[in-house]
Nanobody
């Protein structure tokens, strides 16, 4: 499975961005997809995830009510709508693909990762 993320960029605090991540290849086995981020000097952290068939969503507390994850199963694409962005949201955002049942908020449980897209929020 290959993952291609897009949509990052520079935005002012309070602004919005949408990240897209398209999956290609052997995508017939997809349990869920998620977004993680890593800021400079910090460890990678969970942002949001979505259960592929049922559509259930999961969010980190720091982004809940500001970010929305969704998916288009026909296009094998997951989206992350980010509103009310804050400078502390600045990071490289990575999408990830999980083939089988397991925890969707744990990075180590994912099977495939995209390269990441940079989101910079200025104050």
């Amino acid at each position: 499975v290959q993952l291609q993320a897009s949509g990052g960029g520079l935005v002012q605090a309070g602004g919005s961005l949408r990240l897209d991540c398209a999956a290609s290849g052997r995508t017939f086995s997809t349990y869920g997809m998620g977004w993680f981020r890593q800021a400079p000097g910090k460890e990678r952290e969970f942002v949001a995830a979505i259960h592929w068939s049922g559509g259930g969503t999961y969010y980190a507390g720091s982004v809940k009510d500001r970010f929305t994850i969704s998916r288009d199963t026909a296009k094998n694409t997951v989206f992350l709508q980010m509103n009310s962005l804050r400078p502390e949201d600045t990071a490289v955002y990575h999408c990830a693909h999980k083939k089988f049942f397991g925890n969707l908020n744990v990075a180590q449980s994912y099977d495939y990762w995209g390269r990441g897209t940079l989101v910079t929020v200025s104050s």
